[in-house]
Nanobody
């Protein structure tokens, strides 16, 4: 069993920045990749970004390219999501998740473990 804990959410004004962290603990951490997703009220959960633990390859949805950056710290089993130029439409609960095989990084049902989520609110 792997436990994921997100942190770093909060309230920020439009144009501001936040950095989310996703820490992993539990069984030896040998995930293939970690992803970030978000879910706004009344909307479905959507993919934001993912990073492969080996090689550090990154994947982003178009709406966050150039604003968000995903990174990892292998020694700490932690993945970060640096969010800049935040917009009110970025308001959502943000979740991290890990997967143990390649495939469709956008597909949430291909991830094996999920965190509890952290709220990000961007005011206009």
């Amino acid at each position: 069993q792997v436990q994921l804990v997100e942190s770093g959410g909060g309230l920020v004004q439009a144009g501001g920045s936040l950095r989310l962290s996703c820490g992993a603990s539990g069984r030896p951490f040998s995930a293939y990749a970690t992803g970030w997703f978000r879910q706004a009220p009344g909307k479905e959960r959507s993919f934001i970004a993912a990073i492969r633990w080996s090689g550090g390859f990154t994947y982003y949805t178009d709406s966050v390219k150039g604003r968000f950056t995903i990174s990892r710290d292998n020694a700490k089993n932690t993945v970060y999501l640096q969010m800049n130029s935040l917009k009110p439409e970025d308001t959502a609960v943000y979740y991290c998740a890990v997967r143990y095989y390649s495939g469709n990084y956008y597909a949430g049902n291909e991830y094996n473990y999920w965190g509890q989520g952290t709220q990000v609110t961007v005011s206009s």
